[in-house]
């Protein structure tokens, strides 16, 4: 800590994340499971993402789409558990500001380029199963590039901007983050200068970030829903719900998670769900997209029977 005299006041240079410690007679359990639920997470997302590359059957707008919400779900999970694998080996708690602050611009960022990627996956399901005859030319290559890239900038652009308001802050004083994680509200919290702006922008580039989204999601399966509804035949409808059946999955446990946690703001269940959206959702993803998925598992057929062939002619050479 660096005292100023002229102010009376102690800054902080760094903050303790409290995460699971009070839980310090099971962290080597604890650290066995997250570590066991990171290589699961990193496999299943690489493992869609290589299919996809690899698998020209798999070469269109809803799988394309999928690729970059694995690849996204890869970085997500890096941002967060690596550190708390640490604190919970080596029961080191603290973390530089700076550190802090970075780690909160990588979620944040994750987090809205989710969001919109999720809007973006509701489209074109919407399009594949109400506008079948218009797909192709209304969900081309062009306009998957483009709300993929358009994701991923925006997203950046509203992460920036918050982190400068943010980094006007000074902290000082109490410095326990009672998180596993560098998360907005637990930081702010512990600001010792006026946060009122940075509050105000946070709320509006939040509505920015989340509502439009949000509605563009629900709006989109509403339609969906009624779409399937008016399927005369049984089979026409299950055929059309297993379409985006998974992605739906997917968006409810998002938004349902980030709902309890952000808005409705249950500080007793807070670790809970912000664990099940930040650690559990990213590993889960690729079992939901991939068990429900017929061409998936094709894929992923294909891709073993070449490798069997591979080694069992490697053996035969020597």
């Not at 998957?144 to 004083?173: A, E, H």
Request: aromatic share 14%; glycine share 4%.
């Amino acid at each position: 800590m660096k005292k100023l005299e002229w102010r009376n006041e102690t800054i902080i240079t760094g903050f303790i994340l409290h995460g699971f410690g009070d839980l310090k007679e099971i962290h080597i359990l604890l650290f066995i499971l997250f570590l066991i639920i990171y290589i699961m997470t990193m496999a299943g997302n690489l493992l869609i993402i290589a299919l996809i590359v690899t698998d020209q059957h798999l070469h269109t707008p809803m799988y394309f789409f999928l690729g970059n919400l694995s690849c996204l779900e890869t970085c997500y999970s890096s941002t967060i558990i690596p550190r708390i694998l640490t604190s919970l080996l080596n029961e080191s708690y603290t973390v530089s500001v700076n550190g802090c602050i970075l780690q909160l611009w990588a979620f944040v960022f994750l987090a809205v380029t989710e969001c919109y990627l999720l809007a973006a996956m509701s489209y074109d399901r919407y399009l594949a199963i109400c506008r079948p005859l218009h797909y192709s030319t209304l969900m081309n290559f062009k306009i998957c590039l483009q709300l993929v890239v358009g994701s991923w900038i925006g997203s950046f652009v509203i992460d920036t901007i918050l982190i400068t308001f943010f980094l006007k802050l000074r902290f000082c004083g109490h410095n326990l983050i009672e998180h596993f994680f560098c998360d907005f509200i637990p930081m702010i919290n512990l600001a010792c200068s006026d946060a009122s702006q940075v509050k105000l922008v946070s709320a509006i580039l939040t509505s920015i970030s989340t509502l439009p989204p949000f509605f563009l999601t629900i709006v989109s399966y509403a339609y969906i829903i009624a779409a399937i509804l008016g399927i005369p035949s049984i089979i026409g409808r299950q055929k059309a719900f297993s379409t985006c059946s998974s992605h739906l999955i997917v968006v409810t446990i998002f938004y349902g998670s980030l709902t309890v946690v952000y808005l409705f703001k249950l500080r007793s269940l807070n670790k809970v769900f912000s664990v099940f959206y930040t650690i559990l959702t990213p590993m889960i993803n690729p079992f939901i997209y991939t068990l429900r998925n017929g061409q998936f598992k094709k894929a992923l057929g294909k891709t073993i029977s070449k490798l069997s062939l591979r080694i069992s002619l490697g053996v035969q050479s020597r």
